[in-house]
């Protein structure tokens, strides 16, 4: 039976991420096995959209689970968020991150019907969950169902909110990462993907082993993928390993394919607040 299926991720799309990456390849995956399937995400720029993938407005910048997180609220935001709804007329919803200060709590607020959700970050101490736990408890109230993609989700979930969900790791299409060919005598190379300001992504780790690997390996070349300054990082590489390092800057979901292809090791050296696996 062919579901109408809505899921909402709570981050821009057109920023790298492993929320994001996680409801473009469910999305795929249902669209793949006959369902009908629609993503109510905040965007830049509409045009790189795929057809769907529905605007939920332009996003703002703010300090979120460690990071830079670029998300959309307000009135502007929950018209979207109605619209979309009353529009796709789905079987079922499902909510990604669905306490992040976003698309998803206003569609947790607003939705009626079947709601799913999947719950992804990790958090010490979360000051954002803590002084909303009231709020939280009328979005939770309308839940039918909640996912945690790691243990470390859960006890998130289990510590500031209450409640509990079924475990179920993040799916990646492997397919889409695997060579056609299984040579060890690929390029002499490393790949590092992440926001290379982020400093839980561990671009400064990597550096710190630079000189010890390039010792052992003279002609080794270190791919650097993801956005942020990179003038500001390679301005600080020391003088010995400079010339090993290759930014790329931000790359394509189809780029970052070919590059896992194609290099020897991909390093991801994150330092925390990574509660789930998809880089494994």
């Known amino acids: 039976m062919s579901l109408r299926v809505g899921l909402v991720c709570p981050y821009s799309w057109d920023v790298p991420g492993g929320v994001r990456s996680h409801v473009a390849d469910l999305a795929v995956t249902l669209r793949g096995r006959g369902h009908s399937v629609n993503v109510l995400a905040p965007v830049e720029e509409e045009s790189v959209l795929p057809d769907w993938v529905t605007d939920g407005g332009r996003p703002v910048a703010v300090p979120y689970n460690g990071a830079v997180a670029r998300l959309s609220f307000g009135v502007k935001a929950t018209r979207r968020v109605r619209s979309w709804i009353r529009e796709g007329d789905f079987d079922i919803v499902h909510i990604h991150e669905p306490l992040a200060p976003s698309l998803s709590v206003l569609t947790c ?5 079947p709601l799913v959700a999947t719950w992804h970050s990790s958090h010490d101490r979360s000051r954002v969950l803590s002084a909303g736990y009231y709020v ?59 926001r290379v300001e982020e400093p839980r992504k561990g671009l400064s780790v990597l550096i710190d082993a630079l000189p010890a690997i390039l010792q052992q390996v003279p002609d080794l070349v270190v791919n650097v993928a ?19 390092v290759r930014f790329l800057g931000a790359v394509t979901d189809e780029r970052k394919q070919e590059l896992l292809r194609e290099v020897q090791v991909y390093v991801a050296p994150h330092t925390g607040g990574e509660s789930f696996g998809i880089v494994l």
């Open 136 to 194: 939280a408890q009328t979005a939770m109230e309308k839940l039918r169902g909640s996912i945690a993609v790691s243990e470390e989700a859960r006890r998130t979930l289990i510590g500031h909110v209450g409640g509990d969900a079924v475990l179920i790791p993040n799916g990646v299409r492997v397919k889409d990462f695997t060579p056609e060919s299984h040579d060890r005598q690929r390029r002499r190379e490393l790949l590092f993907l992440g």
């Open 226 to 244: 993801g956005p942020g300054d990179i003038d500001d990082v390679r301005k600080d590489l020391p003088a010995d390993v400079a010339p090993a």
């Open 109 to 113: 607020w607003s939705a009626r019907g």
